[in-house]
């Protein structure tokens, strides 16, 4: 007789971790859904269907163009130093939109009290700062791997 597989269960401290998620998510959901719900489960919808039809092929096919560029410079290697930082600067001007693009800017001054001025030079700063530690990443990680041993070899 075969005994049937056990569902792997965590630890006591995992599984109380993972219920308090669970209800903080779902006080999340009913606060968010308390005033306008229907607006709210629209706009959810259309961001899940605008992206997974536009921006996913849009983000292949920037990946893909890229990757050719750097493949016929035979530069592949250096393909995840702009990746990354341009992946995470795309991910905060898509989470942001609406304030970097100032659309929003009297609601947000409304509902927090705050100045909604400056996001776009803050975005571009971000931007700005994730590129060029990428590129002092890569200037370190080359020299580590060759060029620092050609200096020292030849004193």
């Not at 049937?4 to 998620?21: D, E, M, N, R, T």
């Not at 629209?42 to 560029?69: E, T």
Request: hydrophobic residues 55%; proline residues 5%; contains cysteine.
């Amino acid at each position: 007789m075969r005994r049937p597989k056990l569902i792997p269960v965590g630890s006591p401290l995992q599984i109380l971790l993972l219920a308090c998620s669970f209800a903080l998510a779902g006080y999340a959901g009913v606060r968010l859904l308390e005033g306008d719900w229907f607006e709210v489960a629209l706009w959810f919808v259309g961001a899940a269907i605008v992206h997974d039809l536009v921006l996913v092929p849009l983000y292949g096919a920037a990946d893909q163009a890229l990757l050719r560029g750097f493949e016929a410079a035979d530069r592949r290697s250096w393909m995840p130093y702009v990746r990354v930082p341009a992946a995470l600067s795309l991910l905060l001007l898509l989470v942001w939109f609406p304030l970097i693009t100032g659309r929003v800017a009297d609601r947000y001054a409304g509902g927090t009290g705050l100045n909604p001025d400056g996001f776009l030079a803050r975005w571009l700063l971000i931007t700005a700062v994730l590129f060029g530690g990428s590129a002092v990443v890569f200037v370190v990680s080359r020299w580590r791997s060759g060029g620092g041993r050609r200096a020292s070899s030849s004193s």
